[in-house]
């Protein structure tokens, strides 16, 4: 039976243009690809977007995905499909798009088992006009999810900063670079967006009073405050899971150290004494622990520490220095750039096993986080002289460049999961 929904908005700038600005270039393939064609849907071309060209896309980037051409066989209902004509893929996908009086479209789909010949999936959305390529990305999630069994991540957001000339940029996009928009805009450099655990918040860097000063920023209202303006560095901000603290790194009392504060500005807590320079914390996905970057032992390293403060335990050893720490979603290892021979990588460290396993191969990869799946790290690097987005899936298999049609990308953070 067609399960019939609302899908509701999730999108948080939809007064603002939203443009495609970054071309997806995509290298390997997952160890074991599914076959599946995606039929163009009935009456899609009325639509500012194709839904079947996204849900490709979508599918295509993830690498374990191989997109067959229906080749011009276009059934748009289980009774119109000859299974005989599909045995060389295992999932065929059907549908119609239908735009409303009123103006908000219908979109119908199935997803169909072609050896079983039976439905695997089939739903029904009504929502806006505006929400094509969000429908689009839902779809291709659930069927990411049916055939992989992890929760799919094509309808999150992502955000980094574009710097075009003497202009930074903080830009909030999907995660495969669609719909760009800006949420400030600065001739001194922003730096380090961390997502609230909703998604409704950014808090970031900026040099726009003369040193770094934290902000929040709420991307509803796009009303902001500074989070931090003390005496000397505020820098590094980090979510806790449950939304009621950051961690941030403060200069204020003369070396660089980590504090816990509220998103309101209070409660003010400083949590590591040392003479080093303290930095990048990070949050475990359960709140008990923080990771972060220090030169305590002479070469930067990864440490880990209870998140109320005490003990801090070296967690690298390999390679010259380590930096930007963050925790994966399941919490079972941590995703960094590591440094060896003058160059930067980005690598995994499981926390029971200690193995490091270098993901990527270019040597200029930088600000590593993971996607909320845990499946994919995104993270910057560079191409002909340019800052661009890339990602790589957790075994190295799958690699993406997202090259900016104009700027330069750096500070990239996927964010979180919206409920």
């Known amino acids: 039976m067609v399960m019939r ?63 067959v051409d229906p080749a011009g066989k276009a059934p748009q209902e289980m009774r119109d499909v000859l299974y005989s004509e599909w045995s060389d893929v295992d999932a065929l996908t059907i549908g119609s798009a ?15 088992d072609t050896h079983k010949q039976s439905q695997l999936l089939g739903q029904s959305v009504v929502s806006k006009g505006d929400q094509v390529r969000a429908i689009a990305h839902r779809i291709a999630d659930m069927i990411y999810e049916k055939f992989t069994g992890d929760t799919g991540v094509f309808s999150t957001r992502i955000a980094y900063v574009n ?20 949420v400030l805009s600065l001739k001194q450099p922003i730096m ?6 909703d998604g409704s918040h950014l808090a970031y860097v900026t040099f726009e009073q003369g040193r770094a000063v934290t902000y929040v920023q709420s991307l509803f209202t796009r009303q902001r405050f500074a989070l ?5 560095s505020n820098s590094a901000p980090a979510w806790a899971p449950d939304g009621k603290q950051l961690a941030i790194v403060l ?6 150290s980590i504090y816990l504060i509220r998103p309101d500005g209070s409660g003010l807590r400083r949590i590591t004494y040392s003479d080093a320079i303290d930095t990048e914390p990070s949050f475990s996905p ?5 990771l972060f970057a220090s030169d305590r032992g002479g070469s930067v ?27 994966s979603p399941d919490g079972n290892n941590f995703v960094f750039m590591h440094g060896t021979g003058g160059q930067f990588y980005i690598a995994t460290q499981d926390f029971k096993t200690r193995q490091i396993q270098v993901l990527t191969d270019v040597g200029w990869e930088k600000k590593p986080s993971f996607a909320p799946n845990g499946k994919i790290v995104l993270f910057a690097t560079e191409s002909l002289g340019r800052g661009i987005l890339a990602t790589v899936s957790s075994d190295g298999r799958v690699k993406q460049k997202m090259i900016p049609q104009q700027g330069d990308i750096r500070e990239p953070m996927w964010g979180p999961f919206l409920k």
């Open 251 to 256: 200069t204020r009392d003369g070396t660089s």
């Open 286 to 290: 359960d709140g008990r622990y923080l």
């Open 98 to 112: 239908k735009v409303l009086p009123d103006g908000r479209i219908e979109v119908k789909f199935r997803l169909l």
């Open 5 to 67: 929904f609302i899908l509701f908005s999730c999108l948080v700038f939809a007064a603002l243009p939203a443009r495609a600005t970054l071309d997806i270039e995509i290298t390997g393939a997952g160890e074991h690809q599914i076959p599946i064609s995606i039929v163009p849907f009935e009456g899609e071309d009325a639509l500012a977007q194709k839904i079947s060209a996204v849900i490709a896309s979508d599918l295509k980037r993830s690498g374990l995905f191989r997109l």
């Open 163 to 182: 710097r075009e000339g003497q202009l930074n940029r903080l830009v909030v996009a999907d995660s495969d670079g669609y719909g760009e928009q800006s």
């Open 228 to 232: 931090a303006a003390f005496p000397g």
């Open 301 to 327: 390293q990864i440490y880990r520490m209870p998140a109320e403060g005490g003990y801090a335990e070296r967690m690298t050893f390999e390679g010259n220095n380590n930096f930007s720490p963050r925790y």
């Open 192 to 197: 380090s967006p961390s997502w609230s655990p």
